[in-house]
């Protein structure tokens, strides 16, 4: 009777992620146990697959509305919730680590990895082979997805144009899949969704390339209900922080390619800011997949 009574005076610490399924939702179980053992709080977990952060045409949002205390989503949509003067929302100053070639520093940071069949490694060697090819987006907001491709393209003095034409495919999973199915020649797809669906499945090893990685991109932001008190948003970050410290958590994190977290700041944030700008004047016009 009295561990019960205990139980119910523990703080509850409500997550949400709109990361998955492109990064596996056993990831964010992980860091909800972590939490829930470290900080004696009884934790939650909401899995919203339908966006990748609240949706404009959902207002409120869930922050809004005091449903969840911390959530997990990409840097657009975290931004345009700070842009819109969301006085609900803040960063969690831990920003993820992920294991790739092209990050040898540490950084909260990930790329935009772009992907042919190895059938066709002969054929593509770089980026400017792709020239006349079917291409494929996610969607046309996806920094990943799509912008970092026309970033480069604006570097190379192209346009979206350089494509032979460009089918929306809706999803990271979806623009692999098509690279497999040989549906387009290639796609850009975040290394991170890349690295967990070669994990589940390790034949994808055999039949995809990466011929190139775009960026870096800041790492999708872990983000506070500002609701949520200043004591235990500091443990939170601290605990996330030294997360790594522990064999147990450093191994279950490892499973996820991730070495850690690391702290961070607004001003990583303006990585995407600036891309935005510079690829503001470039449109695609793609066909639904």
Known sequence: MGDSVGSAQKSRLRMITYLSPSVPIELFEVL?????????????????????????????????????????????????????????????????????????????????????????????????????????????????????????????????????????????????????????????????????LMKKDPSLKKSICVITSLGPMPIHPTVFNTRLSDDLKTRITSAMLTMHEFPKWKERLGEFNLRGFVPTDMSLYQLETSLREVVKSLSVNTAYY
């Not at 053992?37 to 977990?45: G, N, Y």
């Not at 970033?151 to 690279?179: D, H, P, T, W, Y």
Request: proline share 4%.
């Open 32 to 196: 909800r146990d972590y939490l829930e053992e470290k900080l004696d709080v009884e934790a939650s977990i909401i899995y919203e697959s339908r966006w990748s952060g609240p949706p404009a045409e959902r207002d409120p949002d869930p922050f809004q509305r005091d449903e969840v205390d911390m959530g997990f989503m990409c840097a657009s949509g975290f931004l345009r919730l700070i842009n819109e003067g969301r006085e609900s929302v803040e960063l969690c100053p831990a920003g993820a680590v992920h294991q790739h070639p092209n990050n040898n520093n540490n950084r909260p940071i990930y790329f935009s990895d772009v992907i042919i069949h190895s059938d066709n490694s002969s054929k593509y060697k770089d980026f400017h082979d792709l020239k006349g090819h079917r291409w494929a987006i996610n969607d046309e907001i996806s920094l990943s997805g799509n912008l970092m491709a026309l970033a480069e393209l604006r570097k190379m003095g192209f346009n979206a144009s350089f494509f032979g034409n460009i089918l929306r495919s809706g999803s990271n999973i979806n623009s692999l899949q098509m690279v497999l199915e040989k549906k387009v020649d290639a796609a850009s797809v975040d290394s991170t969704c890349l690295h967990s």
